[in-house]
């Protein structure tokens, strides 16, 4: 059987070792940090994720799909939180039934680090840290930081405290799932015609904690909350503790100018989220903006995925994106799935089926960057415009006529697996029609005004286009 | 005096080491291959260089201005090259005297190089290879791969035949001048909210040389030599040793298609460019792509230029673009000129000159990368539509009407040292007249014919418009 090494154990590199342990590949997972499962707290990443059908698909073909999403809040509709802290308007995801899954990062990344694990042929190590890859003898580089400390024996050197040994691995298939800031991809970037770019949008994040209200959720937890404020914005998603993560969006600039310190932050809050302020309490903002500074946000492209024979990258080492459309690890999911399919074609021939991989994957993978980088625009702006909102009606209601034919944009990116690049094909033969049908609207309403006014002008026996 | 750090002693880097010198600072230039002086054949780049306003300027600013134009061959016109191999159009570049000058890079380099060392507080370091840079200690990474071999003495260890030690330098100022692969860059790509994208375009270029003929140049040496075929296209600059260096810019999927047997690439440069065919010859052609592979073309951006308080990258580090408006070594000069005169400004604030030189230069090297992305289309296609001509020949017509005023694209970026940034906005100016101007023109002429004939039919006693 071939050995496939997966560079990082996070979401993407533990369900890459879920399907390979299925293929009864030799698993190999190196991963900087400790195991998950042993740690009192995990630094880094946002807690919450939006699981949907892309997610759900990969998670059903390793076995794991109704146990996640059992795990996890569904949420049905986006509410947005007017600024007057009382009212609200709802948008409802997609059909009756349509929802996403509100799940929490790390208990997702366990399960499938214990899944995958249950097979004898997969081996994880952790402190491993990947420096870099060789592509031409199709090796990797890892640096072990495990501490040992052993008792000296009479005349050896003293205790080692820490093993940095490098270790040169090789493998049939070398898989980096390590993330937005990939080492693997770092030691790519001479890679002859390889292509790649890094943005840093003008915003930041930072998260905060609303906590349950007399051993219930503080707010209705079958949603995504929204309180969109034109630059900036908030979001709050429901855990499964009765808890939510709320997640506050602005340009780095705003957080400077107006919550750089207490007063100004909880003024900023009490103003511009009435209902939410109270919720989170002043304490709690206050003291989680001294602590915790803005988190920035990547977008990240590259092509090829691929790099000769055996390297390849999936998940945010190969398309990080902005979180705005809730695919970031949706993509990444079904990036395994999508090489799945690919190695069940070409079971014998790793080369082409990486190149295979990236002639596939590498638009789609382009186009929910781009996607979810506008749907920040939706997200923080748009959902309070009217032409925005009778889009989405029409939308709907023509879906409702027509299921199969007429799906809206959000229920093709988050309710089917149709190829993201597909998606926006599809939106854009949506728009023209809808423009032609607007044109009729129109042409319609202006020969009907005529044929009113020639008719009455008829009536009273003028020429009918004096009067105007 | 402060002490700068240059990584790279290549076109950029040299000219740098020349400007602190002058400044009385103390300099050390690293740089990975031998001292180029020494060496028999310089591997890599390509040889030929047009040197315009700019990279004069900068060469003025420390002196070598004179020399180096002395040692160049001026060029004042393209001259295109039509498919029968006899007819040529000719475009002069600008004004009656206006001109660039082709240069050798080995030699502009290497005198620079000993204009730098002509101080004594100016040091080289050939093979000595840059890894990386630490923001927060302002110092670099260096590794010597001198040869050292010595005779050891009884007891010691064999001959060391590569000292390879690693040392890490701290200087007030690093400038990164390590071309388009830019070790130090690499090493910053984590560097928060760093914006980077490298793109490599689907050309790909082979360089050729067409020797003297009877010892005098074998074809017209003071003009830019241009066979533009659409998709590909061939160009020739002298040199002053009375060759030319030939090169073809075309698709990877071309040089496949149709220059991957010796057969074929006789055939297509025969059928394509039937005059440069002659003047090459068969066997330098087919000997020269059996050797060498089309080398890519990237071009490469990033934000900021600046890193921390001591940090910069400049040239090719910065900015690699595309070839096609021979801009690359003009910018990396100027870069050298923008930052001396904004250390002046701020002689000692290092940390706010970087600032500054971020914010003033990053547009502009954005602008004329992409200006050199779009000039591809004009020199393999463009050059051939009327439309271009026209207007080619509208904007030198204005320009001698109003010298001040209206200076055609071209000339702005090549023979002025307005600001990239700025030589766009008036572009655009430019359009919005023409386009009026246009406008004025077509109203101009259905005015006209509707009057005369109206006049017409008033002289045949007709209603005027009935007959149209």
């Known amino acids: 059987m071939p050995t496939v090494i997966i560079a990082g154990a996070g979401l993407v590199g533990a369900l890459n070792a879920c399907f390979f342990a299925q293929r009864g590949w030799n698993v190999q997972v190196y ?21 949907s059908q892309r997610g759900k698909s990969a998670l059903e073909a390793v076995g794991l799909r109704e146990y996640i999403v059992n795990q996890g809040v569904p949420m049905y509709a986006r509410l947005v939180h007017n600024k007057d802290g009382k009212t609200y308007s709802r948008q409802p995801y997609g059909r009756p039934g349509e929802h996403i899954v509100s799940i929490n990062r790390r208990h997702l990344n366990e399960v499938m680090i214990t899944q ?56 049939d298939l070398i898989i980096a799932c390590d993330g937005a800031y990939s080492a693997v991809r770092r030691s790519l970037m001479t890679f002859p015609r390889f292509n790649y770019s890094q943005e840093y949008i ?11 209200k007399s051993d219930e959720f503080a707010l209705e937890e079958n949603v995504f909350h929204l309180w969109p404020r034109g630059h900036f914005t908030l979001i709050a998603l429901a855990n499964k503790d009765k808890t939510f993560t709320v997640t506050i969006f602005a340009p780095f600039a705003e957080f400077e100018k107006h919550m750089s310190n207490t007063t100004d932050v909880l003024n900023f809050f009490r103003e511009n989220f009435p209902d939410a302020y109270e919720l989170l309490g002043r304490d709690h903002i206050a003291d989680t903006f001294s602590r915790v500074k803005p988190q920035p946000l990547i977008s990240l492209k590259c092509a090829p995925h691929h790099f000769g024979d055996n390297i390849l990258l999936m998940g945010d080492a190969a398309h990080a994106m902005v979180p705005f459309y809730g695919q970031g690890m949706n993509c990444g999911f079904e990036d395994c799935l999508v090489y799945s399919d690919i190695l069940n074609q070409y079971p014998m021939d790793i080369p082409r089926s990486l190149k295979e991989y990236s002639r596939v994957r590498v638009k789609d993978a382009h186009t929910i960057n781009d996607l979810a980088m506008y749907n920040y625009e939706e997200l923080r702006d748009l959902v309070n415009h009217t032409s925005y909102k009778l889009r989405k009606k029409f939308d709907m ?28 094909e599809n939106r854009r033969w949506q728009d023209k029609i809808v423009s032609r049908f607007n044109k009729i609207i129109c042409t319609s309403t202006v020969v009907g005004v005529i044929a009113v006014a020639s008719f009455a002008a008829y009536r009273q026996k003028i020429p009918p286009f004096n009067k105007f």
Chains 1, 2 share one sequence.
């Open 397 to 424: 209601w023509l879906n409702r006529i027509m299921p199969e034919t007429w799906i809206p944009l959000y229920s093709m990116v988050t309710f089917s697996r149709i190829p993201y690049s597909k998606v926006v």
């Open 116 to 171: 995958a694990e249950k097979c004898p042929n997969v081996k994880f190590f952790f402190e491993h840290k990947v420096k870099n890859v060789d592509v031409d003898k199709g090796s990797i580089t890892v640096q072990s930081l495990a501490k040992v400390s052993r008792i000296p024996r009479p005349g050896q050197s003293p205790p080692r405290t820490e093993d940095t040994t490098e270790q040169t691995i090789q493998g």
């Open 202 to 212: 003008e915003h930041g994040y930072v998260e905060l904690n609303i906590l349950p």
């Open 31 to 51: 991963e900087y940090r400790k195991d998950i499962r042993t740690m009192a707290h995990v630094q880094g990443r946002s807690i919450n994720l939006a699981l």
